[in-house]
Nanobody, 116 residues
């Protein structure tokens, strides 16, 4: 049973911002590194941001300095603030553990569409 629920996506103009949230359940959230992944049409799913159990963050080259990942262990929630959005950020965004093996699959994701 998938235990990840993403929300917060939408349609935004280039240069705009969005805040994604992901509620996780069924596991001891605080012991896993968590990440935000995205999958654009015709492309493989990729990890774009990661937050460790200790709160350290790692970003992919394409989103560094624009995206910020954070976590709230008390709420079992991970967030992604996306600023200066570009059309190439258009994708379905998913959260999961890193590696993505502890939550029994993937949630439904949340669509982010950036218009030029």
């Amino acid at each position: 049973q998938v235990q990840l629920v993403e929300s917060g996506g939408g349609l935004v103009q280039a240069g705009g911002s969005l805040r994604l949230s992901c509620a996780a359940s069924g596991r001891i959230f605080s012991i896993y590194d968590m990440g935000w992944y995205r999958q654009a049409p015709g492309k493989q799913r990729e990890l774009v941001a990661r937050v460790t159990t200790g709160g350290s963050t790692v970003y992919g080259d394409s989103v560094r300095d624009r995206f910020t990942i954070s976590r709230d262990n008390a709420k079992n929630t991970v967030y992604l603030v996306m600023n200066s959005l570009k059309p190439e950020d258009t994708a379905v965004y998913y959260c999961n553990s890193v590696p993505p093996i502890y939550y029994g699959g993937w949630g439904q994701g949340t669509q982010v569409t950036v218009s030029s």
